[in-house]
T-cell receptor, first 111, second 113 residues
Framework: AQSVTQPDIHITVSEGASLELRCNYSYGATPYLFWYVQSPGQGLQLLLK??????LVQGIKGFEAEFKRSQSSFNLRKPSVHWSDAAEYFC?????????FGGGTRLMVKP | NAGVTQTPKFRILKIGQSMTLQCTQDMNHNYMYWYRQDPGMGLKLIYYSVGAGITDKGEVPNGYNVSRSTTEDFPLRLELAAPSQTSVYFCASSTGGWGETQYFGPGTRLLVL
């Protein structure tokens, strides 16, 4: 079955520290992959997406993600976290049909 | 340009009542979607539409109905509300198919008691 898994439910980092949020996928073919962010009380906003080509994808707000076929992963990274990055992050994927979302990772930022 | 708007923001229903969640987009998107979000479960697709007059079931359609009479509007109907339908509901839209960016509304929080 096609699926997207986010192993970490909660992550806490200090402001200014680097961040990596994990995402693993299970698809027969190379899927389209997305990272969305949800701020409290808001809808989801796209951070970045991967379709093909360069495996390192740049997004908004200083985020990037790397597609690794060998590890079936699409981890999200940011070199220096800001307090405003505190939110819930969702990885999503599809292989030509409906979008499948991971369970989300809630990021907390310590001052 | 308001994007995707949803009403109401919050609603409490009694078991067995019905209601319609409204969704409107002003981006002239062909595709529209309804998701529900339960804690720790990510978003699950309820129904989607690829254009006016065309709708199809998603992953969790039971207990819901939709219609799409115009490009802009995609209401979600709950008949005979049940506690299992307590959730946050998001409407989204996109220009094209599943590989396109989806734009989300702010959500409707529904509590069924």
């Amino acid at each position: 079955a096609q699926s997207v898994t986010q192993p970490d439910i909660h992550i806490t980092v200090s402001e200014g520290a680097s961040l990596e949020l994990r995402c693993n996928y299970s698809y027969g073919a190379t899927p389209y992959l997305f990272w969305y962010v949800q701020s409290p009380g808001q809808g989801l906003q796209l951070l970045l997406k991967y379709f093909s080509g360069d495996t390192l994808v740049q997004g908004i707000k200083g985020f990037e993600a790397e597609f690794k076929r060998s590890q079936s992963s699409f981890n999200l990274r940011k070199p220096s976290v800001h307090w405003s990055d505190a939110a819930e992050y969702f990885c999503a994927g599809n292989a030509g049909n409906m979008l499948t979302f991971g369970g989300g990772t809630r990021l907390m930022v310590k001052p | 340009n308001a994007g995707v708007t949803q009403t109401p923001k919050f609603r409490i229903l009694k078991i067995g009542q019905s209601m319609t969640l409204q969704c409107t987009q002003d981006m002239n998107h062909n595709y529209m979607y309804w998701y529900r979000q339960d804690p720790g479960m990510g978003l699950k697709l309820i129904y989607y539409s690829v254009g006016a007059g065309i709708t199809d079931k998603g992953e969790v359609p039971n207990g819901y109905n939709v219609s799409r009479s115009t490009t802009e509007d995609f209401p979600l109907r709950l008949e005979l509300a049940a506690p299992s339908q307590t959730s946050v509901y998001f409407c989204a839209s996109s220009t094209g198919g599943w590989g396109e960016t989806q734009y989300f509304g702010p959500g409707t929080r529904l509590l069924v008691l």
